[in-house]
């Protein structure tokens, strides 16, 4: 069983920047998909921030293509989302998500990120 922890989540003033990190407490390679999403404040749903794929590129929801940038580093256990240009409505719980096909979905604790105006 693998677990996954996030840090790097905090209170940001319009425009700033956060790196968030995961790190896998196993291996990542067995992994299809790795990745994060994010729950904002009074929503029941998870959406998909960005997401590396066993096979090409990664992909991003449309409102935070060009601000943020999805990293992996496979010999580390470690994935990144490195948020720029923050906007109050990036505020939310930022959850690791990760799909093994032999095992099924992890998801970390999540970590707040939170964009002042």
């Known amino acids: 069983q693998v677990q996954l922890v996030e840090s790097g989540g905090g209170l940001v003033q319009t425009g700033g920047a956060l790196r968030l990190s995961c790190a896998a407490s196993?291996?990542?390679?067995?992994?299809?998909?790795m990745g994060w999403y994010r729950q904002a404040p009074g929503s029941q749903q998870r959406e998909l921030v960005a997401q590396f794929y066993r096979i090409g590129s990664p992909s991003y929801m449309e409102s935070v293509k060009g601000r943020f940038t999805i990293s992996r580093d496979p010999f580390k256990n470690t994935a990144h989302l490195q948020m720029n240009d923050l906007k109050p409505e990036d505020t939310a719980v930022y959850y690791c998500h990760a799909n093994d096909p032999n095992v099924g979905d992890y998801w970390g604790q999540g970590t707040q990120v939170t964009v002042s105006s």
């Open positions: 196993g291996s990542i390679f067995s992994f299809s998909s």
